[in-house]
């Protein structure tokens, strides 16, 4: 019998997912040292409901369960959708989506591998459209707050929706960067003058800058492990900056600048974290590169022209629906073949 | 774009296509080759080669000796047997062979008798021989592909005449963990080798010679530099990655050519030849010696893995014991390299031509893969592939059988060089999806191959029945319109001649009567051929009665009727024409009787042959 290759190397899917949680560990820090210590709150909330919804589905469907859970990818969408959601987001905001990423655009798709949507950017978008107003209410990072809370406060917040007795819901609370200057421009400010505002950091959000770079360094290390390619970053953050520097410098008080948008929203985590999802991503080296470039492009005319703050969601699932076509369309020249 | 991209881009982010898993080869390059002890019995499959089985010549019970002819090649493709050593053929039967199917196939059993006496051996002095005896001795010199494809090489040699080779390849890279054949055997023998190649060009007429090896076998390239000292040949280093030894990845990392899909590489100008092959032919020139013996690596879990020059025909067994035996927890044995061999059916298969390696196997030593898991599409495999095919596509078609769509995909690009199931996190066994899938299309191109050219007959076969039939009818219309044209002619002239027509119309009129009329006898006789057609054809069927004749009563009623009509016109006083006539019509209409009988017995006899041909 021809068994061979007997032999192989190669992480295992468990692996592959482990180290992609590793990297968002430093994301994941900064982003309670910046927002304070209830995103931790949020990630195990979500972490949960994801194994137990997975776990409900595969019985259900009749696949053995033990693996699948130790695949880790339920985890990934987990983490993945609970940083993304505003802090201090109430937990059934944070069960709801995780459910639906999970049973609907996960489990009922198939599973692993077979999902054709980033589970996490569905369970994001229903959020999005079904609670806009939740959704975008984000709590101020703890520098720019009136009052700060603590992190029992911020429990207490996530499952009460109560604050402690003196404190008000305006005072913990603040329009993103990217929702502001939307408001603003639109009340015919320039951009130098929305800048003025106490949210905006060096290049983006203030403190959100921050977290932005601690993906960052998440992502060079999934690169440097082999867990990603450079493709679908280089290309995603090629084109959102290319089409950002185009509008800037056709109108600088109308536009904002390349650096803003990266490192504002979800740019870098979707560069490293959402976009890389395999799955529901293209294989072919330059079906990645087409691929990224339009989730790029896409997130930046949904956040200058669509009715949301920001795009990455939207944009991730458009181009999802593209990948067939994309993948058909790029194969790479096989040894021996014309092109 | 993508060639300006890729100038561009830094050697760090090039692809690298292949693997490298850990090599293993120091184990069995401890210890020089060894020549193994006369085994008890030496079994000789009689397929050690690609192509057809060679003819026996030898009987059971008849003593041989060593390098004696046992089996002649049959056909072009095919290779000859000789006896390894001096002995007493004890059986011509089917024996276990090492392949992966683990069926039998014809084998001689020898004994040796223990003298090792040489047969007769003629040496050619290549330089000075015509190239057309070299090849022929060359066709019965058993030599075969010793890189494991075993094809004839009497045939990649005589190839010369047709193709014009320009370059030479020698295969050393050997790319495959464990084995270490080739690299002993250029270390101990590089002068041999060395003289080979130049054989090797000579035969072929190749403007050059390139020497292809890994750069993990500095020892065996520093032999073989120094044996080619003040030669017109060179040595490429290739890097030490997984299948560079494959002949077309071989030739475009040596030669910078890349052998089209649809093109063997000997229509490209080169020709690749391994090692060990070469050697080969050396030593059968310079002393006669057929093919009876090749090293062997016998590493994996053996006390002292070793390489060993082994007889054709010899146990494994015999093989693994002078490596001081397998471990106990030696589970089988793998023919080959553990990226592309397979499991031994049985420990007691003989060494041929093709077993470069063996491996004893432990479960410490290839751990059973865990259970395949979804693919993630993370398309490692298609970044590893070297021949730039998408695993994870070809997988799926694969799987869904949806073998058209994977055609599509250049599945029969696929080397089965395994490359996707090492780098796979999901342990998915991709390479048996693909041989799987490869060989449900060739069994379905087979059966459509075969319906096809049954259809193709049968149309082919009923158009013919058709088209004989139309002329048939055509050529009996003719012969009717003739005769009756002649017979009318002869009629009016005797009218003419009988008595002065009554009216200037008469001949006129009794002329297109008679054309009238010739028209319908041909039309009789056609509608007559149609009836017996038709007859025969029910009669095949065997639903018609026998009898055909009398089954003109109707027609000769018309006829009756047409000679009234013809009375009635006025020609009934010159009676004789008509009758004349009428004569030769009956003749005529037997004839036809006679002919659609023939043909009914033909069609019959053609549907029979048809018949027994669908049967078979």
Request: proline share 7%.
């Amino acid at each position: 019998m021809n068994r061979s290759p007997y032999i192989s190397d190669a992480p295992s899917v468990s692996m592959i997912m482990l180290k992609v949680l590793l990297a968002l560990v430093p994301g994941i820090f900064a982003y309670a040292w910046i927002y304070g210590g209830g995103i931790l709150v949020t990630i195990a909330l979500a972490t949960l409901t994801a194994l137990a919804a997975e776990a409900a589905l595969l019985k259900i469907r009749q696949r053995p369960i033990k693996p699948h859970l130790m695949d880790l990818s339920a985890v990934v969408t987990a983490w993945l959708l609970a940083l993304a959601l505003p802090p201090l987001a109430p937990w059934w905001l944070i069960v709801v989506g995780t459910l639906f990423a999970i049973v609907i655009a996960k489990q009922l798709y198939g599973g692993l591998g077979y999902n054709p949507f980033n589970p996490a950017m569905v369970g994001y978008a229903v959020l999005l459209i079904s609670f806009p107003l939740i959704m975008t209410k984000w709590s101020a990072p703890l520098i720019l707050a009136q009052t700060k809370l603590s992190f029992l406060d911020q429990l207490y917040f996530i499952f009460n929706q109560v604050l402690p007795n003196d404190i008000k819901v305006d005072a913990i609370t603040s329009a993103t960067p990217l929702d502001y200057l939307k408001t603003h421009l639109k009340l015919n400010q320039t951009l130098s003058e929305i800048s003025q505002a106490p949210i905006f950091g060096v290049y983006g959000a203030k403190g959100g800058e921050v977290v932005t770079g601690a993906y960052l360094l998440g992502g060079l290390y999934l690169i440097q492990q082999r867990i990603i390619g450079w493709h679908l970053p280089t290309a995603f953050l090629g084109a959102l900056s290319a089409i950002a520097l185009v509008f800037y410098v056709a109108n600088p008080e109308h536009f904002a600048s390349p650096l803003f948008h990266l490192t504002s929203g979800a740019s870098l985590l979707c560069a490293f974290f959402i976009i890389t999802d395999p799955v529901s991503g293209p294989t072919t080296p330059r079906g990645k590169l087409y691929f990224a470039a339009g989730v790029g492009v896409l997130t930046y005319l949904i956040r200058v022209y669509g009715g949301y703050p920001d795009g990455v969601a939207f944009a991730v699932l458009i181009m999802n629906m593209c990948v067939p076509l994309i993948d058909a369309h790029t194969q790479p020249r096989v040894f021996g073949h014309e092109k | 774009m993508n060639a300006i991209l890729n100038f561009f881009k830094p050697d760090f982010l090039k692809q690298k296509r292949g693997v490298h898993p850990p090599e293993h080869k120091a184990e069995s390059t401890q210890l020089p080759i060894a020549k193994l002890a006369m085994p008890q019995k030496l079994v000789l499959p009689l397929r050690q080669h690609i192509g057809n089985m060679p003819k026996i010549l030898v009987s059971v019970g008849e003593h041989v000796l060593k390098g004696q002819l046992l089996a002649t090649p049959e056909c072009t493709v095919s290779a000859a047997i000789h006896a390894p050593t001096s002995g007493t053929i004890l059986s011509i039967a089917d024996e276990i062979i090492p392949h992966p199917s683990g069926l039998p196939d014809k084998c001689i059993t020898l004994i040796p008798d223990g003298k090792d006496q040489w047969a007769n051996l003629t040496m050619i002095d290549w330089r000075n021989a015509p190239k057309e005896a070299l090849i022929a001795s060359l066709c019965t010199s058993g030599i075969v592909g010793l890189g494991g494809a075993t094809f004839p090489t009497h045939i990649k040699l005589r190839s010369s005449g047709k193709s014009n080779i320009q370059t030479l390849v020698i295969n050393a890279a050997e790319c495959e963990p464990y084995i270490t054949c080739d690299d002993m055997l250029m270390r101990e023998h590089a002068e041999e080798i060395v003289q080979g190649i130049e054989i090797a060009q000579y035969l072929l007429g190749a403007e050059k010679s390139v020497i292809g090896i890994e750069d993990n076998k500095s020892i065996a390239q520093q032999a073989m530099q120094a044996a080619l000292t003040g030669k017109p040949i060179s040595i490429v280093t290739v890097p030490t990655l997984y299948p560079s030894g494959d002949a077309r990845q071989l030739i475009h990392l040596v030669s910078g050519i890349e052998i089209p899909h649809d093109k063997r590489a000997t229509e490209m100008g080169v020709q690749v030849f391994n090692v060990a092959t070469v050697r080969a032919l050396y030593r059968h020139f310079t002393f006669g010696e057929p093919a009876i013996n090749r090293v062997v690596t016998v590493t994996g879990n053996v006390a002292q893995p070793q390489n060993f020059e082994v007889l054709f025909g010899t146990p494994l067994t015999a093989l693994t014991q002078a490596t001081g035996g397998a471990k106990p927890d030696t589970t089988h044995y793998i023919m080959g390299g553990p990226m592309m061999g397979f499991d031994l059916p049985t420990p007691e298969v003989p060494i041929t031509k093709a077993t470069n390696c063996i491996i004893a196997a432990s479960p410490h030593l290839f751990a059973p893969p865990p259970p395949a898991m979804p693919c993630i599409r993370c398309a490692r495999c298609a970044e590893a592939c070297p021949i730039q095919l998408q695993p994870q596509e070809l997988y799926w078609f694969a799987k869904s059988d949806a073998f058209e769509k994977a055609r599509d995909y250049k599945l029969f690009d696929c080397i089965e060089c395994g490359v996707c199931t090492y780098v796979c996190p999901s342990n998915i066994p991709l390479v048996q999806y693909f041989r799987y899938a490869k060989s449900e299309v060739i069994a379905a191109d087979k059966a459509k191959e075969a319906a096809d050219l049954a259809r193709e007959r049968n149309e082919f076969r009923l158009a013919r029945i058709e088209r004989e039939k139309q002329e048939r009818a055509q050529k009996h219309a003719e012969r009717a319109l003739g005769t009756k044209a002649e017979a009318a002619k002869a009629a009016s002239a005797k009218t003419d001649a009988a008595n002065e027509a009554p009216t200037t119309e008469a001949p006129i009129n009794s002329a297109t009567d008679e054309a009238a009329k010739a028209a319908k006898q041909a039309a009789i006789a056609a509608a007559i051929e149609r009836a017996k057609a038709a007859k025969a054809a029910a009669d095949a069927t065997g639903l018609a009665p026998k009898n055909t004749a009398p089954a003109n009563p109707a027609v000769q009623q018309e006829i009756a009727e047409i000679d009234a009509r013809r009375k009635n016109v006025g020609l009934a006083n010159t009676n004789e024409a008509p009758m004349t006539a009428d004569a030769e019509k009956q003749a005529k209409i037997a004839a036809a009787i006679a002919r659609a009988k023939a043909a009914k017995a033909e069609a019959e006899a053609a549907k029979q042959a048809q018949n027994l041909e669908l049967k078979e």
